[in-house]
C-alpha cells in the first residue's frame, strides 16, 4: 500500500489541479453591455479627481464619460475602441493599468538583472577571497593551566 | 569583475536619484495633451449671454479656449485680468472664449459681475463633453487655437502675463510683449 501511495497522492494533486484549470479557465457567459460598461469605467481615471477610477467617482467629469462609455458600447464599439476615444484626448494617463506589455516587462527586467548582477558580484567574491581557516600554531592555542596538565601527567 | 563593485553604487543611486529628484519639479496632475499639433475639437455651445457660438464661427481667425469656474478660487480669480488685459489687446487678432466647467450659470455671473466681465463670450458645457473633448482634468486650463484650427499650446494651470505672451505667440506671430 505504501508503495502506491506517493503514485496516488500524485494523480489526486493533478485531478485537483485540472479541475481548478478548467473552472478558471472556462469561457463565462458573454458579458452584457451594462457590465462591459463598467469594467471600462473601471478602468478609466476620473480626469478631477485623486486617483479615483471613473465608475467609483461622483463629479460630472466622471458621469459624463460614463454616458459616452454606454454609446459607445451600444454603438458596437470594441474595449479598444473605448480605450482610444479617451486616449486621443487624455494620453495614456487616462487609463489606470498601463496596456503597453513594456510596463510590465521592463520592471521584471530590472529585478532579474539587478539579481543577475549581485549574484554574479558575490560570487565572484567568494572565490576571490576563501575564507581562511583559523589555524593558529601551537604557541599561540590557549594553554590549560598548570594544574589540569599536572593532573593529565 | 571587482571594478563592477564599484560600479552598482552609482548604477543604482544615480538613475533612482535623478527619477526622484525630477519628480519634484513637477505637478503630477499635469499631463501633456496628446491633442497638440491636431484639430482642435468642434463645438457649438450657447454663452451665458444666450447666444449659439460654434467653432465654425471662428473659422480663420485664431483663438484662446479658457476652461474656468466661479469655485476654482484664487487660481482662476489671478488669471482673470490676464484673459482680460490679453482681450483689450489683440481683441482684433484673437477670439477669447470662456468655458464655464462644472458651474451653475448664476455663480459665474456673479464672478463676473465681481471680478469684471471683459466683454469676451462664456460658454455653457452643461455636461462637460467639451472639457472631455479637450480633455481638461480641473479649472483653469487654457487652449491656444491657430487660424488653421490646430491646437498648438495648452496651459494647466493659471495664465500669467509672460506665460500669455508665449502661450499667444504659437498662434500668432506677432504676439510678443
Redesign the interface.
Known amino acids: 500500500m505504501k508503495r502506491w501511495l506517493p503514485a496516488l497522492a500524485m494523480g489526486g494533486f493533478l485531478a485537483v489541479a485540472a479541475l481548478t484549470a478548467v473552472v478558471v479557465l472556462r469561457p463565462g457567459p458573454e458579458p452584457s453591455a451594462a457590465e462591459r460598461a463598467d469594467v471600462l469605467a473601471r478602468g478609466l481615471r476620473c480626469?478631477?479627481c485623486q486617483g479615483l477610477s471613473v465608475a467609483d467617482s461622483p463629479?460630472?467629469?466622471a458621469?459624463?464619460?460614463r454616458?459616452?462609455i454606454d454609446e459607445l458600447v451600444a454603438g458596437g464599439a470594441t474595449d479598444d475602441e473605448v480605450h482610444a476615444h479617451f486616449?486621443?484626448?487624455?494620453?495614456q494617463?487616462i487609463l489606470l493599468a498601463p496596456t503597453s506589455p513594456a510596463a510590465w516587462i521592463i520592471p521584471i527586467a530590472v529585478v532579474i538583472a539587478?539579481a543577475a548582477?549581485?549574484g554574479?558580484?558575490l560570487l565572484?567574491?567568494r572565490r576571490?577571497d576563501p575564507a581562511p581557516p583559523s589555524a593558529l600554531t601551537a604557541a599561540q592555542r590557549p594553554r590549560p593551566p598548570d594544574e589540569v596538565e599536572a593532573l593529565d601527567a | 569583475m571587482r571594478g563592477l563593485r564599484w560600479l552598482i553604487v552609482p548604477l543604482l543611486v544615480i538613475p533612482l536619484g535623478w527619477l526622484l529628484f525630477s519628480g519634484f519639479g513637477r505637478d503630477p496632475r499635469e499631463i501633456s495633451s496628446p491633442l497638440i499639433g491636431r484639430a482642435a475639437p468642434a463645438w457649438t455651445l450657447t454663452s451665458l449671454d444666450g447666444e449659439t457660438l460654434s467653432s465654425e464661427d471662428l473659422a480663420g481667425r485664431p483663438y484662446v479656449v479658457n476652461f474656468w469656474a466661479s469655485w476654482c478660487i484664487p487660481a482662476c480669480v489671478d488669471e482673470h485680468p490676464v484673459l482680460a488685459a490679453a482681450h483689450e489687446q489683440y481683441t482684433d487678432e484673437v477670439a477669447i472664449v470662456g468655458v464655464l466647467y462644472n458651474d451653475a450659470s448664476a455663480d459665474a455671473e456673479g464672478f463676473l459681475a465681481r471680478y469684471g466681465d471683459a466683454g469676451y463670450p462664456h460658454l455653457v458645457d452643461t455636461d462637460g463633453r467639451l472639457a472631455i473633448e479637450f480633455g481638461v482634468t480641473g479649472p483653469p486650463e487654457t487652449f491656444f487655437v491657430d487660424a488653421d484650427g490646430i491646437l498648438r499650446a495648452r496651459q494647466f494651470g493659471p495664465l500669467t502675463d509672460p506665460l500669455m505672451s508665449v502661450h499667444l505667440s504659437t498662434i500668432l506671430p506677432s504676439a510678443s510683449r
Open positions: 480626469p478631477d463629479t460630472s467629469s458621469q459624463e464619460i454616458r459616452q486616449v486621443a484626448r487624455y494620453g494617463w539587478g548582477v549581485l554574479a558580484w565572484s567574491r576571490a
